[in-house]
C-alpha cells in the first residue's frame, strides 16, 4: 500500500472509532456499528497498529467471525449460492447470515455492504 498507508489507515480508523461512539451516544446503534466495523476494518489492515484513538475496543468486530466472512464474500461479489457452495452451507443459511450483517450495519443492499467493507484487510 506504500508509505502512506501506515499513516493514513490508523487515522481513518481513528475517525471511524470516533464516528462509531458519537452515533452510540446519541442512539443510532445501526450506523454505530457500521462505523465500528469500519474502524475494525482498518485496524485489520494496519496489522496491530494502535494509537490512542483506535485502542482494543475500535479493532473489535460487531460481526460474528461467520457473518464477517460471509459478509466480505458478498461484498466481494459472490452470489449466495456461490458463497454456500464455498463455506459448505445451505444458500438459505448464506442469506440469513446475510439479513444479521445487513441489520447490525444498518445497511440494506449488498451495494452498500460493499461500501462500507472496501475498507477491509488486503486480500
Known amino acids: 500500500m506504500g508509505r502512506y498507508h501506515t499513516a493514513l489507515v490508523p487515522r481513518s480508523g ?3 472509532a470516533a464516528a462509531a461512539r458519537i452515533h452510540q451516544a446519541a442512539g443510532r446503534d445501526g450506523r454505530a456499528n457500521a462505523s465500528q466495523e469500519q474502524a475494525a476494518s482498518l485496524a485489520a489492515a494496519c496489522q496491530g ?3 490512542t484513538g483506535l485502542g482494543p475496543d475500535a479493532v473489535t468486530s460487531v460481526l460474528t467471525p461467520r457473518e464477517r ?3 466480505l464474500l458478498a461484498a466481494a461479489g459472490t452470489s449466495s449460492r456461490e458463497i454456500a457452495a464455498r463455506l459448505d452451507l445451505s444458500v438459505r443459511t ?3 447470515y446475510l439479513g444479521r450483517a445487513y441489520a447490525k450495519l ?3 443492499s449488498r451495494t452498500e455492504l460493499a461500501a ?3 475498507a477491509r ?3
Open 49 to 51: 497498529a494502535r494509537t
Open 121 to 123: 484487510a488486503p486480500r
Open 94 to 96: 448464506v442469506d440469513n
Open 106 to 108: 444498518d445497511v440494506a
Open 69 to 71: 466472512e460471509v459478509a
Open 14 to 16: 481513528e475517525a471511524a
Open 116 to 118: 462500507l467493507l472496501r
